[in-house]
């Protein structure tokens, strides 16, 4: 009776690195099989569409938006200095350090993740990648590493995208509508925010947000318990475990970019 | 050398599938104690039991899906458990599967579903590949529906769908996992006839997992009954119904009591009941 607690907290202590192990060992099938899709390029550029191309609209209203809130933020507490002028500064870098990569991240789990899980999920309970096993094909390099590479290579887009339109949004609020300079907001910015020490960085960060959000959610699809109820567990394990991992991550890639 | 002895099975008969001493196990679950079965080459064999006696895990383990605890598995002269990944797709392609959902790729239409297997396995010209898709939608009736997406479907559509995309490699066998299960009675019918005119006609080894008796018995040339992990009854199915064994004639007549108890295990009934109104 005492040991009950302690053998559960074991068997869930085993659970939890016999699915860790999983994953990895799922990783690296899932690389083994990527060199195999060059030369079925088509895999990929459909995935391209609806992992990518389909998450644009979400990223462009959200960077918008974002970019706004910032210029607003932004300038109200920049004037009390008499610095507002530094506001395209405060703006480019807050997005291209951190919110660009982030919350592009983070929307990308809740959109392109969750779909993903839901799909290679569904896609074992309907039995369509046992299917695949018994005709030969391997799921894994017909369904899951086109998905990967996709996703791998439009988180980096999206959130430069979602930059770029931050700062937009940014500069309508700023100059457009609070009267900001129109000069010094771009020349500040062009002064201040450095290639290697702000872009690359950010570029960098939005290749791991990429990475482990992409790997976050085939691995849950494809290990999902093959029912409604354990695709729907997949789906929000994905978006909950992707924001985690990525919050978890940016503080140690700052702290790794940025701190001294 | 070994091979060859493994190939003869029942009655001296070239035997294309050989399960020998098959324990398999689910947690604590046994689901195979100790099976051992042929399936001779050309004929329509049916595995028969009641649902949850593990016949779909029997396919799956001929298909090498699964990794059985005891025992093996000689499917065309190969042990499939030894087999390294690269040679047991290579086997899978001697294989054609029907899965009871049908297990159609849900985003391509009927047409690229049957196609899928022959654009992934080879090279042949469009033009090449669109005959033979034709011909096997052909050989089910399906050839005009080949523009329909698998939601357009009814199920027993479905079924010849996936029976067409089963036999697209031209395999040497193909397993029917529970084909007749919730089909109407025209849906059966053709399901029925098409199973065995296919495994005539293309010169195929078929295995019917089904708990739909007559249906199965009536295509079969050797049937084994399971229950309870264990081969409990085989032979030609007219011998079946001639059995003396009680489990036997009680699965195949459908009787509700017998060797398998209408109730599940329990205790005394007048324990319960003398329990008042305290909860279990």
Redesign the interface.
């Known amino acids: 009776m005492i040991l009950d607690p302690l053998q559960q907290l074991g068997r869930k202590g085993l659970a939890y690195f016999g699915r860790l192990g999983r994953g990895h060992l799922f990783l690296m099938q899932t690389l083994a099989a990527v060199p195999g899709l060059v030369l079925r390029p088509g895999l990929v550029i459909r995935q391209l569409h609806s992992v990518g191309v389909l998450t644009l609209l979400i990223i462009l209203v959200s960077g918008l938006f974002v970019g706004m809130v910032l210029g607003l933020q932004g300038y109200n507490t920049l004037v009390d200095f008499g610095a507002e002028e530094s506001l395209g500064v405060v703006v480019a870098l807050s997005l291209v350090r951190e919110l660009g990569p982030v919350v592009a991240a983070l929307l990308f789990a809740g959109r392109a993740g969750s779909a993903l899980t839901a799909e290679i999920g569904l896609m074992k309970a309907t039995e369509q990648l046992s299917g695949m096993e018994m005709m030969a094909v391997d799921p894994i390099r017909r369904v899951v590493a086109p998905r990967f590479v996709a996703g791998f290579i439009s988180m980096p887009l999206l959130a430069a995208i979602f930059s770029i339109v931050g700062v937009y949004g940014g500069y309508f609020v700023g100059v457009g509508l609070l009267g900001v300079d129109d000069g010094a907001f771009w020349s500040q910015m062009q002064a201040k925010v450095d290639l290697n020490d702000d872009v690359y960085n950010g570029v960098i960060k939005s290749f791991v947000f990429g990475f482990v959000a992409v790997w976050i959610a085939v691995f849950e699809g494809y290990d999902t318990v093959p029912t409604s109820e354990g695709v729907s567990r997949a789906t929000t394990r994905t978006v909950v475990h992707t924001a985690l991992a990525v919050l978890g991550l940016d503080f140690v890639l700052t702290a790794l970019m940025f701190g001294d | 050398m070994e091979n060859a002895v493994r190939e003869t099975g029942r009655n001296g008969q070239q035997a294309v599938v050989q399960v020998r001493g098959l324990v398999f196990s689910r947690g604590e679950r046994m689901i195979f104690d100790g099976v051992d079965l042929d399936i001779e080459r050309g004929k329509v064999t049916a595995i028969m039991g009641p649902s949850g006696t593990g016949k779909t895990t029997l396919l ?1 383990l001929i ?1 090498g ?1 699964l990794r059985p605890t005891a025992g093996t598995i000689v499917v065309d002269g190969e042990n499939v458990h030894e087999l390294a990944t690269r040679d047991l ?2 086997l ?2 001697r ?3 029907m ?3 049908g ?4 985003d391509l239409d009927v047409y690229a579903n049957v196609a ?2 022959i654009r ?2 080879t090279d042949l010209p469009e033009t090449l590949v669109r005959d033979l898709v034709l011909m096997k939608l052909q050989a089910v009736g399906l050839r005009g529906a080949a523009g329909l997406m698998p939601a357009e479907l009814s199920g027993g559509m479905a079924r010849r769908v996936a029976m067409a ?1 089963a036999i697209a490699l031209d395999p040497m066998m193909v ?1 029917y996992d529970e084909p007749f299960t919730g089909q109407d009675p025209i849906s059966m019918g053709i399901l029925v006839k098409l199973i065995r005119e296919l495994n005539d006609a293309l010169g195929l080894t078929s295995i019917v997992v089904s708990h739909d008796v007559q249906e199965t018995a009536a295509i079969a040339d050797y049937a084994y009954l399971l229950s309870d992990g264990k081969v409990v009854d085989q032979g030609a199915p007219e011998m079946l119904w001639k059995s003396a064994s009680d489990w036997s004639q009680q699965f195949l007549n459908g009787e509700p009591d017998g060797p398998v108890a209408f109730h599940y295990p329990a205790r005394p009934f007048r324990d319960d009941l003398m329990q008042g109104g305290r909860s279990r």
């Open positions: 799956k298909g899906q797709y290579r899978r392609q294989m054609g599967m899965f009871q959902s297990a159609l790729l849900t899928f297997p992934e396995h995309r397993l």
